[in-house]
Antibody, heavy 122, light 113 residues
Framework: QITLKESGPTVVKPTQTLTLTCTFS??????????VGWIRQPPGKALEWLAL???????RYRPSLKSRLTITKDTSKNQVILTMTNMDPEDTATYYC??????????????WGQGTLVTVSS | DIVMTQSPDSLAVSLGERATINCKSS????????????LAWYQQKPGQPPKLLIT???SRESGVPDRFSGSGSGTDFTLTISSLQAEDVAVYYCQQYYSSPPAFGQGTRLEIK
């Protein structure tokens, strides 16, 4: 059974850097074809894909946020870390991590963690 | 980048009636050599993360009730709930995985009339 859980601060101040950790079980990020993605959802709004990291350390980012995002993995700890710099109130959202795969391209996200709400406020 | 547009934004259907949600991609997401459409559907209930319902536009995930079905090809897709149940109240999203960046539609809110 695959499970994922997000952790990190619930409140960050504008201009600060957000660091979120996704801790997972039931799969290994050293297995060929496996990936973990981050997706966010502002309150009452739609899902927005942010970043993906694959088993071979290939990393993909949302083009409009690429300069602010960094995704890394710690295979030994079964963790994926997302950092987002220069946080703004518009970045207030629930941040989800999710299991994915790669097979000649991206795939769907399944399953998802429960998400963590991050509020950007001074 | 491929943009996904869903219609309608919200929908109210009576219990037992059919619900139809549309999703349109800005580019063809049918991969010719495999004849597969690179589209997934998700269901998100209040306070919960999205749940994967359908992949490859029409392949239902294990455990998903057969009242849910997906159809369409190329750029136009449909999620149909054949007989709406109370537990189907949710927001539904489509997602293309034909190319990076993966993209979601804006969501369709489904309610009981």
């Amino acid at each position: 059974q695959i499970t994922l859980k997000e952790s990190g601060p619930t409140v960050v101040k504008p201009t600060q850097t957000l660091t979120l950790t996704c801790t997972f079980s039931g799969f290994s990020l050293s297995t060929s074809g496996v990936g973990v993605g981050w997706i966010r959802q502002p309150p009452g709004k739609a899902l927005e894909w942010l970043a993906l990291i694959y088993w071979d350390d290939d990393k993909r980012y949302r083009p409009s946020l690429k300069s602010r995002l960094t995704i890394t993995k710690d295979t030994s700890k079964n963790q994926v870390i997302l950092t987002m710099t220069n946080m703004d109130p518009e970045d207030t959202a629930t941040y989800y991590c999710a299991h994915s795969r790669y097979s000649s391209g991206p795939r769907w996200f399944d399953p998802w963690g429960q998400g963590t709400l991050v509020t950007v406020s001074s | 980048d491929i943009v996904m547009t869903q219609s309608p934004d919200s929908l109210a259907v009576s219990l037992g009636e059919r619900a139809t949600i549309n999703c349109k991609s800005s580019q063809n997401i049918l991969y010719g050599s495999s004849n597969k459409n690179y589209l997934a559907w998700y269901q998100q209930k209040p306070g919960q993360p999205p749940k994967l319902l359908i992949t490859w536009a029409s392949s239902r995930e294990s455990g998903v009730p057969d009242r849910f079905s997906g159809s369409g090809s190329g750029t136009d897709f449909t999620l149909t709930i054949s007989s709406l149940q109370a537990e189907d109240v949710a927001v539904y999203y489509c997602q293309q995985y034909y190319s990076s960046p993966p993209a979601f539609g804006q969501g369709t809110r489904l309610e009981i009339k």
